[in-house]
Nanobody, 121 residues
């Protein structure tokens, strides 16, 4: 079993910053691509950013220049630094990871429980 646990969400004024963290735990052999998604009620979950194990990064156009994804492979953790937050960034943010289970060596597409980010004055 593997688990992803997010933290760091909250309420922030427009123009402010937040840092999300997502730590993976369990019977982990390897973690490949890690990503952040977000979802607002009534809309599909959208990709925010991805980072491969060797550090290749992609961002959604809507967050380029404002958000930064990073990871610490030793800690099995991915981060999302969000700067210059806008009201339209308000969403539940989900962590996602391709985790190779040590018991079966299967790749598990794993999701965190989500953390609310609200950009509002």
């Amino acid at each position: 079993q593997v688990q992803l646990v997010e933290s760091g969400g909250g309420l922030v004024q427009p123009g402010g910053s937040l840092r999300l963290s997502c730590a993976a735990s369990g019977m982990i052999f390897n973690i490949n691509t890690m990503a952040w998604y977000r979802q607002v009620p009534g809309k599909q979950r959208e990709l925010v950013a991805t980072i491969t194990r060797d550090g290749r990064i992609n961002y959604a156009d809507s967050v380029k220049g404002r958000f930064t994804i990073s990871r610490d492979n030793a800690k099995n953790t991915v981060y999302l630094q969000m700067n210059s937050l806008k009201p339209e960034d308000t969403a539940v943010y989900y962590c996602n990871a391709d985790i190779q289970d040590i018991a079966t060596m299967n790749h598990l597409n794993s999701w965190g429980q989500g953390t609310q980010v609200t950009g509002s004055s």
